[in-house]
């Protein structure tokens, strides 16, 4: 009766241990499996996310490029616009340098002009005296008027010249347009044409600029 009983126990212990093995193996089995789904999950989900995370850098970076690509244009507009800028005001302040020299070398243009007719008649005053009539037999009154007019004539050039005022006397010289004025052409023996072969008025100049032209007579070829 005794062995009966143990038996009995052995074989209900035994059961109870096979029984409580499989539970275990398929609880662990199940978890197992639903962890590997878990981890499964997460992980395709995190790779959906760095994909994702991914293509967003890259648009960032293509609208910054596009963006440092655009301030690089504006970058070199502003440049260009600053570099004329300057070039203009270079040249504006050229000219008004070149307006205020003008100025101030040009500004006794038209008194030089009053007193050429001034000039012109002590010059004409002066040579009226015929040379005998200076001599050392001719009057004390007539020397010092002689002697006088050629002083105030010297005296006269030696202002203009130190103030830029120029006499053009061009005999023998080629014709210029630009400093002559030609009043008649003739033909003159040994002369070459376009030559100034007489000068009827001297012509000046102020600073290289003509006030006024000298009237002259030019050689032609022969007919």
């Known amino acids: 009766m005794a062995s009966l009983k143990v038996y009995s126990v052995s074989r209900l212990a035994k059961y109870v241990t096979e029984s409580s093995l499989r539970n275990i193996r398929s609880n662990l089995y199940r978890s197992s499996v639903a962890r590997y789904s878990t981890e499964g ?7 959906g996310d760095k994909s994702s995370s991914i293509e967003d850098c890259h648009k960032q970076i293509e609208n910054l490029t596009s963006e440092v690509s655009s301030l690089k244009q504006q970058l070199s507009d502003y440049e260009d616009k600053y570099k004329r800028a300057l070039a203009d005001n270079e040249n504006v302040r050229r000219r008004m340098l070149k307006q205020v020299e003008d100025a101030k070398s040009f500004a006794i243009q038209s008194f030089c ?15 009226s005296v015929p040379e005998g009539v200076g001599g050392e037999g ?18 006269l050039t030696q202002v203009f010249s130190r103030h830029g005022l120029v006499v053009v006397s061009p005999l023998r010289e080629k014709f210029d347009p630009n400093l002559h004025e030609a009043l008649f052409q ?7 044409p376009g030559t100034v072969v007489a ?15 000298a009237l002259v007579g030019v050689a032609k070829g022969s007919s």
Do not use: I, M, N
């Open 41 to 47: 999950k997460a992980a395709v989900s995190d790779a």
């Open 113 to 127: 002009k009053d007193l050429l007719d001034v000039a012109d008649t002590l010059a004409a005053a002066a040579e």
């Open 138 to 155: 001719a009057p004390a009154a007539l020397r010092s008027l002689r002697d006088g007019l050629k002083l105030t004539r010297a005296q």
């Open 186 to 192: 003739q033909e003159v023996e040994g002369a070459e």
């Open 199 to 213: 000068v009827s008025k001297v012509g000046y100049k102020l600073h290289e600029r003509c006030v006024r032209p």
